[in-house]
């Protein structure tokens, strides 16, 4: 069983908020930890959001509650009409994921008309707030995230399994069901990275200087995804078309495997130049073969086909292999680019912050 950074502050979140509502006297406490589960965000910023949204879906829930009490009671019907107005107007304001805690605050308060009303509602208000700020806390100083961490080591990862792949395939040496099936999983995780580059956009940083570097981070990072998708649809392609390029001759197939590995290798290396284990000048070797392998590449395939007269639907469909090696290749280029420029300009940053 693993616990997570979200697990924790949940739990963090929810005893806090029990705490709070305790030592503020409000009621029912349990109010709060209800409130406090559902601002718990994976960011700060987002929880920043989330408390500026749930003040306003708590202030709209509580004065459509107050207004439909005065004027038309606290029967179940009621209330039921009163949440459909909640939802309309969070819809309207776009702001649909407040809709749970609005409703809840509308209930909370149109629960009872005893007494005084007027202090009750806020009471009740008052003990929701509680539980989002207390959310807003644990974010803040607890646990923060590690994001640029996380999103490059995934990125590493899944470019280490991927490139596996695309060497295993170029030998025909892949187990085609297993490939079937890590194709949908490279996919999914190929759509996770991209969920944790929008998490690292969203974060703010807490000094003004950083900006400029993040900037720059941010390229790097959204390149470093365009070329896994990229290495992703090469492999996807050479696996449809394996037959086809079975039947190439020996030699061409000789050259596709080498072009091949010097891209994957290629690939592997800019990201341990971008983490400071390569040296920068290290890969001028290996992006000469490239270039000289892409030559004899497509030379030899456009001779083939002056030869052998492919068929228009084969020929089209290897042409497309091919231009999609090249673009994977130069997406790595563009990448290999950036890292070079992202370290001229900051020699002496620190690659993985939060490590």
């Given at each position: 069983?693993?616990?997570?950074?979200?697990?924790?502050?949940?739990?963090?979140?929810?005893?806090?908020?029990?705490?709070?509502?305790?030592?503020?006297?409000?009621?029912?406490?349990?109010?709060?930890?209800?409130?406090?589960?559902?601002?718990?965000?994976?960011?700060?910023?987002?929880?920043?959001?989330?408390?500026?949204?749930?003040?306003?879906?708590?202030?709209?829930?509580?004065?459509?509650?107050?207004?439909?009490?005065l004027?038309?009671?606290?029967?179940?019907?009621?209330?039921?009409?009163?949440?459909?107005?909640?939802?309309?107007?969070?819809?309207?304001?776009?702001?649909?994921?407040?809709?749970?805690?609005?409703?809840?605050?509308l209930?909370?308060?149109?629960?009872?008309?005893?007494?005084?009303?007027?202090?009750f509602?806020?009471?009740?208000?008052?003990?929701?707030m509680?539980?989002?700020?207390?959310?807003?806390?644990?974010?803040?100083?607890?646990?923060?995230?590690?994001?640029?961490?996380?999103?490059?080591?995934?990125?590493?990862?899944?470019?280490e399994?991927?490139?596996?792949?695309?060497?295993?395939i170029?030998?025909?040496?892949?187990?085609?069901?297993?490939?079937?099936?890590?194709?949908?999983?490279?996919?999914?995780?190929?759509?996770?990275?991209?969920?944790?580059?929008?998490?690292?956009?969203?974060?703010?940083?807490?000094?003004?200087?950083?900006?400029?570097?993040?900037?720059?981070?941010?390229?790097?990072?959204?390149?470093?995804?365009?070329?896994?998708?990229?290495?992703?649809?090469?492999?996807?392609?050479?696996?449809?078309?394996?037959?086809?390029i079975?039947?190439?001759?020996?030699?061409?197939?000789?050259?596709?495997?080498?072009q091949?590995?010097?891209?994957?290798?290629?690939?592997?290396r800019?990201?341990?130049?971008?983490?400071?284990?390569?040296?920068?000048?290290?890969n001028?070797?290996?992006?000469?073969?490239?270039?000289?392998?892409?030559?004899?590449?497509?030379?030899?395939?456009?001779?083939?086909?002056?030869?052998?007269?492919?068929?228009?639907?084969?020929w089209?469909?290897?042409?497309?292999?091919?231009?999609?090696?090249?673009?994977?290749?130069?997406?790595?280029?563009?990448?290999?680019?950036?890292?070079?420029?992202?370290?001229?300009?900051?020699?002496?940053?620190?690659?993985?912050?939060?490590?």
């Open positions: 069983m693993k616990f997570g950074a979200r697990i924790l502050k949940t739990g963090i979140a929810i005893a806090l908020s029990l705490y709070v509502a305790m030592l503020l006297h409000l009621e029912p406490v349990t109010f709060a930890a209800v409130s406090a589960v559902f601002a718990v965000q994976p960011s700060v910023y987002r929880s920043y959001q989330t408390i500026i949204d749930q003040f306003q879906a708590n202030i709209i829930g509580a004065v459509v509650a107050i207004i439909f009490v004027t038309l009671g606290n029967e179940p019907f009621i209330i039921g009409i009163a949440a459909m107005l909640i939802i309309a107007i969070s819809i309207k304001l776009k702001t649909e994921k407040t809709i749970p805690l609005a409703i809840v605050t209930i909370l308060i149109m629960e009872t008309t005893n007494g005084n009303f007027f202090e509602s806020l009471s009740r208000l008052a003990v929701i509680v539980g989002v700020l207390c959310s807003f806390v644990v974010n803040l100083f607890f646990l923060p995230p590690k994001h640029e961490t996380k999103l490059f080591q995934k990125i590493t990862t899944t470019t399994y991927m490139t596996q792949w695309i060497r295993l170029s030998r025909h040496d892949a187990e085609h069901l297993a490939l079937k099936e890590d194709l949908t999983r490279l996919r999914e995780e190929i759509i996770e990275i991209n969920q944790l580059y929008l998490l690292y956009k969203e974060e703010r940083g807490y000094f003004k200087k950083n900006e400029y570097t993040k900037g720059r981070k941010l390229v790097l990072f959204r390149q470093m995804i365009n070329t896994l998708e990229k290495a992703l649809n090469v492999l996807r392609n050479l696996n449809f078309q394996e037959q086809k079975l039947d190439l001759p020996d030699e061409m197939q000789e050259l596709l495997r080498e091949l590995d010097y891209l994957t290798q290629f690939h592997e800019t990201l341990l130049k971008y983490s400071g284990k390569v040296r920068h000048e290290s001028e070797e290996i992006l000469s073969e490239i270039e000289k392998g892409e030559s004899a590449l497509t030379e030899q395939f456009v001779t083939y086909n002056e030869k052998n007269t492919l068929p228009k639907e084969d089209t469909e290897l042409f497309q292999t091919i231009g999609l090696i090249i673009g994977y290749k130069d997406h790595l280029k563009h990448l290999d680019l950036l890292i070079d420029s992202f370290y001229t300009y900051h020699p002496d940053e620190t690659v993985l912050n939060g490590e």
